[in-house]
């Protein structure tokens, strides 16, 4: 239970440190961008790549070389999908989700909510998170792409330039 062999504890060094120098390779020549998070994709991509790594290092089963080849391979994915999104609309809009305005001028959009199933509750958090214990001093709350909340005080909200349509049309 605590200790099966010393060819176990081997295997784990000399694969996981192999597996961990490969796949910081893999990330160093992909670019920033393949773990940036800015989406629900890239998220996917930075959880499987972390589940890849634990199952080469434990499973006796993956040999090595079908570990870097899967890291290759997400990691590949990742940057085709990343370079398609930036030259073909089609493809960002099927690879991303555009940002949600949930609350826009201290006013909960209750229809908002539901459709990105969200509750009020956690609305109020992300405001209390940004310091603002007043909704009437909030000019948007975002719901981005990557599933967390921007805060957009009314003092900071300026021209509105960088909110969702939805947000600016109140201004």
């Known amino acids: ?3 099966d062999n010393w060819h176990g504890i081997l295997r784990v060094l000399v694969v996981g440190t192999s597996a961990y120098v490969a ?11 393949t773990l940036a998070k800015m989406n629900a994709f890239d998220l996917v991509v930075t959880v499987a790549l972390g589940s890849t790594l634990a199952t080469v290092l434990l499973t006796k089963d993956v040999a090595l070389l079908e570990g870097l080849v899967a890291f290759l391979l997400l990691v590949m994915l990742q940057f085709i999908v990343a370079s398609l999104s930036v030259r073909f609309g089609w493809v960002e809009a099927v690879a991303k989700s555009e940002p949600s305005a949930l609350l826009v001028d201290g006013t909960i959009d209750d229809a908002a909510l539901r459709r990105e199933r969200v509750t009020r509750d956690e609305v109020l958090s992300a405001v209390r998170s940004a310091g603002i214990g007043d909704l009437s001093a ?26 969702p349509d939805s947000a600016r049309r109140r201004a």
């Open 138 to 163: 909030v000019a948007a709350v975002v719901l981005e792409t990557d599933g967390s909340f921007s805060v957009v005080g009314c003092n900071a909200a300026g021209n509105r330039s960088a909110l």
């Open 1 to 3: 239970m605590f200790f």
């Open 23 to 33: 796949l910081v390779a893999f990330l160093r020549l992909s670019g920033k961008r």
